[in-house]
């Protein structure tokens, strides 16, 4: 038993040393001037020039109209991550609650329909949506950035199985107690969902905020750039006549990862007990 364990932890140290390498030999390296890194490769110690990086990406106006910073982007990626975490919860959570509690006609049909969404990814319909988000003039809003992503079946299936799970015998209390529909959605459903709520949020936050090919087709003015959307952008504005500024170029790499892993560290208990448990 003692040398599964130590195999188990074998293994578990391994996969952690796989993932997180990567980012400290980016962090390291992003504190080394761009002169040294062109010269002696990827490193492994402390370059002392943390401040002076992060400070220049953070604050520094580049781009080609030279107005845009890296605080710009990410607060643009925070708008479109939180924005669309957001609208997709509110809308699925209506969604699975007409489909389970109304009982009308059809309403299996119609969740299959909306399940079917899942094989139409946005880069299926990428085309249609942004000429119907250009017919609105939505583009190089954030909007138009975030409603199209919007529309898919996950949140519904998952919110549709938490409420079938819910006891009957709580909905027949709310009638007793004089409560409607909207009062029992909002004082029973809502807080019995938390913990999905937060499990679903993780997950939606993570995916708006690495959203590259939507706000690359999407943005045009540079005041909506998302930092993914940007890191690219900048880099080839900041390429100097002869070595591109490789240090700030990981510097963005390494801003762009903090905001999923703090929510993911501060939501990490709901999201395990949202996948894993009803919690009622």
Do not use: C
Not at 95 to 103: C, D, G, L, S, T
Not at 179 to 184: I, N
Not at 206 to 224: A, I, K, S
Not at 239 to 264: C, H, K, R, T, W
Request: positive net charge; proline residues 4%.
């Amino acid at each position: 038993m003692t040398r599964i364990r130590l195999f188990d932890h074998l293994v578990l140290m391994l996969g952690v040393f796989i993932m997180v390498a990567p980012v400290v030999v980016a962090f390291m390296t992003s504190t080394h001037e761009a002169a040294d890194i062109h010269r002696n490769g990827l490193s492994l110690t402390w370059g002392g020039h943390f401040t002076e990086t992060y400070d220049t990406v953070l604050t520094r106006k580049g781009g080609f109209t030279g107005e845009i910073t890296g605080a710009r982007m990410i607060w643009n990626s925070l708008i479109l991550g939180i924005g669309f975490a957001a609208g997709k919860i509110v809308l699925s959570m209506l969604a699975a609650y007409a489909i389970v509690y109304f009982r009308f006609r059809l309403g299996t049909l119609f969740f299959w329909m909306i399940f079917t969404t899942l094989l139409l990814p946005l880069e299926v319909r990428i085309v249609p949506s942004y000429e119907v988000m250009n017919k609105l003039s939505l583009t190089n809003t954030y909007t138009g950035l975030i409603v199209p992503l919007l529309a898919s079946a996950t949140g519904t299936f998952f919110f549709r199985q938490f409420f079938k799970s819910v006891p009957e015998e709580l909905l027949e209390a709310a009638r007793i107690d004089g409560a409607g529909p909207f009062k029992f959605f909002i004082d029973v459903l809502v807080p019995l969902s938390r913990t999905m709520i937060a499990a679903i949020f993780i997950i939606m936050f993570v995916y708006g905020w690495n959203q590259y090919l939507w706000p690359t087709l999407m943005t045009t003015d540079e005041r909506f750039f998302t930092l993914v959307r940007g890191i690219k952008q900048i880099l080839l504005v900041w390429v100097g006549s002869n070595i591109p500024d490789y240090n700030e170029a990981f510097a963005l790499a390494i801003l762009a990862m903090l905001p999923p892993v703090m929510i993911v560290l501060i939501f990490q208990r709901w999201f395990i007990k949202g996948l894993t448990e009803s919690d009622k």
